[in-house]
Nanobody, 116 residues
Framework: QVQLVESGGGLVQPGGSLRLSCAASGFTFSSYPMSWYRQAPGKEREFVATISNAIGSTNYADSVKGRFTISRDNAKNTVYLQMNSLKPEDTAVYYC?????????WGQGTQVTVSS
């Protein structure tokens, strides 16, 4: 079965950096685009970034463009989110997602808190 396991979250000061990882299993990882989403308290889940399967083309939400970088290692079945210049408004639970046909699969999420 499809499993997505996020890690790397934590508490960081404004201006700091974190790298999130999402380890995937149960499907042919290299065949699917992968995405990161986030959900802040009291808000809806929102798109952060996506990376295609083969070429590795990327797309970002305007709010993170220039600060976050999504990447993938198909040999390790892992997708990453490098987050730099973090702001308090980046505080959220971050989830990775894979879409297989009509069904979306999500990880359990990892908490990122940006605070001094």
């Amino acid at each position: 079965q499809v499993q997505l396991v996020e890690s790397g979250g934590g508490l960081v000061q404004p201006g700091g950096s974190l790298r999130l990882s999402c380890a995937a299993s149960g499907f042919t990882f290299s065949s699917y685009p992968m995405s990161w989403y986030r959900q802040a308290p009291g808000k809806e889940r929102e798109f952060v970034a996506t990376i295609s399967n083969a070429i590795g083309s990327t797309n970002y939400a305007d709010s993170v463009k220039g600060r976050f970088t999504i990447s993938r290692d198909n040999a390790k079945n892992t997708v990453y989110l490098q987050m730099n210049s973090l702001k308090p408004e980046d505080t959220a639970v971050y989830y990775c997602k894979v879409q297989r046909g009509a069904r979306s699969y999500w990880g359990q999420g990892t908490q990122v808190t940006v605070s001094s």
